[in-house]
Structures are given as C-alpha cells and as structure tokens.
C-alpha cells in the first residue's frame, strides 16, 4: 500500500501461481504484508482460494470498519511520520488477527505448515495425509481454504521453486541433471512446468535475480551460461 496515495491505492495481491507483469510507477514510499497461511481468510472473511491469482482493490475486501480504520491511517502525518505510520499499520494488522482469531487456528496453522513441509520435501500425498491421519479429501479442501492452492498444485509449486534456485545457482548444474534430481519425468517435462509458472524457459532466466529472488527484469538479455555484465542494462 502507498504510504502517499491513501487507503484507495492499495491492493491485496493473492497466493499467485502464474506470472504478473508489474508495470514501472513513480518512486514513493509504500508497505507490504506477507500473510502466512490463514492469516489472508482471518482478516479479509474470505477463503484463500477464492483470492488465488487476483489482484484486488483493498477497500472492496475490508467492511466498513476495517475501511473507517485504513482511512484515518491514511490520513495520518505524512512522509517524516512514515515509519510511525508503518508500525501503527502493523500493529492494526496484528490486532485484527488476533481478534478474529478463535481456538482451532493455532491447530489448523500447525496442520498446514506440517503439509506443506512435507510437500516441499517431495513426499506424495497419500503419504502425508496417512501421516498426519487426516483425510485425504479434508486435507485437500482446509488447505485450498487456507493457502489457496490444491495439494497436487502447492506440490507443483514447490517443485518449481526448488528448479528456480538450482538454475540461478552460480554452480548451476545442465538443466537435465536438475530434472532427474528433482524427479522431473525428463528436461521437457522441466520445461513445461517453467512456462507454466514463469512464462519463460528455464533458459530465459538469468543467473542475476531481479528485485527478489522471485522477480525478472523485463528488459535483461537472458543467458544459460555464465552471465555476462555488458548483457545486463546499467
């Protein structure tokens, strides 16, 4: 949310499994909040997967409350007072949490952070839910409800992720070495799976990350050998 351009200027981007074109804008001062698991259905009254790959003004997720509270935050000191403000946010986030909170989240938090570490870790999830003892069929839906994203899909995501960081390693092993060590069915199959997530050949992304690990500058030359500093802009 921008610090400067009021409560109306902020967006609630959801769990994301498909690339977004961030266009440039202006230098300002803005803040972020990274919700971890049920924390986006606590404060917005909403299930994540309803939210999963949108972008969505805040004023239309947050009750008339939740707006009267960002708009006096918004209207509050202006740049000089910004980390007061930004603490101030925080806290307003924290507390609402807290409040909306009730006994079983401590326990369905613990639930899915389990899932998903397992997940990560490439177990299967027939595994993971006889482990757990928990249904396969409940454990799939609390986790839609949750993170946003169907257990098969979060698995697919994980896997990608662990992709990403081995291509962009300095040491970066041949693309066909990092599918079988990560149980691709072949170099294709990797491929596919990063135009699907990324938009891009594993290939097109170089070894020098963008703003996060997570971004790609749209105007770098891209390389699958060693990067070269003329290919990148000043």
């Not at 409560?7 to 001062?29: D, I, K, N, T």
């Not at 939740?66 to 925080?90: K, S, Y």
């Not at 249904?135 to 979060?154: A, S």
């Not at 290939?203 to 703003?211: E, M, N, S, T, W």
Request: proline share 9%; aromatic share 6%.
């Amino acid at each position: 949310m921008p610090l400067d351009g009021g409560w109306h200027a902020g967006v609630l981007h959801g769990p994301a499994s498909r690339p977004r074109l961030v266009e440039p804008v202006p230098e300002q001062s803005a803040i972020g909040v990274v919700f971890r698991p049920g924390g986006l259905r606590l404060l917005f009254g909403a299930p994540a997967d309803t939210l999963a790959d949108c972008s969505v003004p805040l004023s239309e997720l947050w009750d008339r409350e939740g707006n009267q509270l960002a708009g006096r935050l918004a209207d509050g000191p202006g740049p000089a007072g910004a980390p007061a403000r930004v603490a101030l946010l925080l806290d307003r986030v924290e507390r609402a949490l807290v409040a909306q909170a009730d006994h079983t989240s401590a326990g369905t938090a613990q639930l899915v952070g389990d899932v998903q570490r397992g997940l990560r870790r490439g177990h299967s999830v027939a595994s993971i839910a006889a482990r757990l003892a928990v249904d396969r069929r409940t454990l799939g839906t609390l986790f839609r409800r949750e993170v946003g994203f169907g257990l098969k899909r979060y698995a697919r995501l994980a896997r990608f992720e662990q992709a990403l960081r081995a291509v962009r390693a300095e040491d970066a092993p041949s693309l066909g070495l990092i599918a079988a060590q990560l149980a691709f069915a072949d170099q294709p199959h990797l491929t596919r799976e990063f135009r699907y997530f990324a938009d891009l050949a594993p290939g097109c992304l170089h070894r020098v990350p963008g703003p996060t690990p997570w971004h790609v500058m749209h105007d770098e030359t891209f390389k699958t050998g060693r990067p070269n500093p003329g290919t990148l802009p000043p």
